[in-house]
């Protein structure tokens, strides 16, 4: 069974221009969230989707970042425009579950990592 | 307030001694769930355990062990006769029961294992 994949891996771009990464969660799996590392700090939650909709979204830290899950299958999480502050690893995590239980494991993906020039 | 404080930025260690890593979280919930991740060089977060808020026996599978201690809010890992694959980062993780699945993470604990 294929695990959670995301991409690009990789991505550098400059200031003020767009990006759009992709996750394709764990087939099956109703529950998709976002979370991202930047410098080196501690992994923080982004949102969470339960099929198409938006369940939590209180860690987008703006406006210029809009995730969609059409639907309920891969999602992506667009930054437009990107600023420096953006650059870190974009992860992207799927469990099973219709609400979330925190008692399911979240399977995580390798991540995008994302440099804003 | 969820908070999840991993102060040690970086451990090394030579092979085969044992290493623990440390997890202080805060918390106002009764019921909760704590983890531990790895982050090999791959890059990709893999997960160790699962802890809910009503289970304090430590467990151990093979050379890991974890040490949960609700008095002093500590979720301890510990890596007997360390390998040079165990070389990574590694995360230690809290979720509420009130905040669903949602996974507030400490920064982070680098572990270097030399030959």
């Known amino acids: 069974e294929a695990g959670v994949t995301q991409f690009p891996s990789h991505s550098v771009i400059e200031k003020g221009q767009t990006v759009t990464l992709r996750c394709d969660p764990i087939?099956?799996?109703?529950?998709l969230y976002w979370y991202r590392r930047v410098m080196g700090k501690e992994i923080k939650f982004l949102l969470h989707?339960?099929?198409?909709?938006?369940?939590?979204e209180s860690g987008m830290p703006n406006n210029r970042f809009l995730a969609e899950r059409t639907g309920g299958t891969y999602s992506t999480l667009k930054v437009q425009p990107a600023e420096l502050e953006d650059s870190g690893v974009y992860f992207c995590?799927?469990?099973?579950?219709?609400?979330?239980?925190?008692?399911?494991?979240?399977?995580f993906g390798p991540g995008t990592r994302l440099t804003v020039l | 307030a969820q908070k999840v404080t991993q102060a040690q930025t970086e451990i090394s260690v030579v092979e085969k001694e044992d290493v623990t890593l440390d997890c202080v979280y805060e918390?106002?919930?009764?019921?909760?769930?704590l983890f531990w991740y790895k982050q090999p060089p791959s890059g990709e977060l893999v997960f160790l355990i699962r802890?809910?808020?009503?289970?304090?026996q430590n467990e151990i599978s093979g050379r890991y062990s974890w040490n949960f201690q609700k008095s002093t809010s500590s979720f301890n890992f510990t890596i007997t006769a360390s390998q040079v694959v165990d070389s990574a980062v590694y995360f230690c993780?809290?979720?509420?029961?009130?905040?669903?699945?949602?996974?507030?993470f400490g920064a982070g604990t680098i572990l270097r294992v030399k030959s």
């Open positions: 087939s099956g799996h109703d529950n």
């Open positions: 995590a799927s469990s099973q579950g219709s609400r979330g239980a925190p008692y399911n494991e979240q399977f």
């Open positions: 918390t106002r919930d009764t019921t909760y769930y």
């Open positions: 802890r809910n808020s009503f289970d304090e």
């Open positions: 989707f339960v099929k198409e909709s938006k369940q939590d």
């Open positions: 993780a809290l979720s509420e029961m009130r905040q669903g699945n949602k996974l507030v």
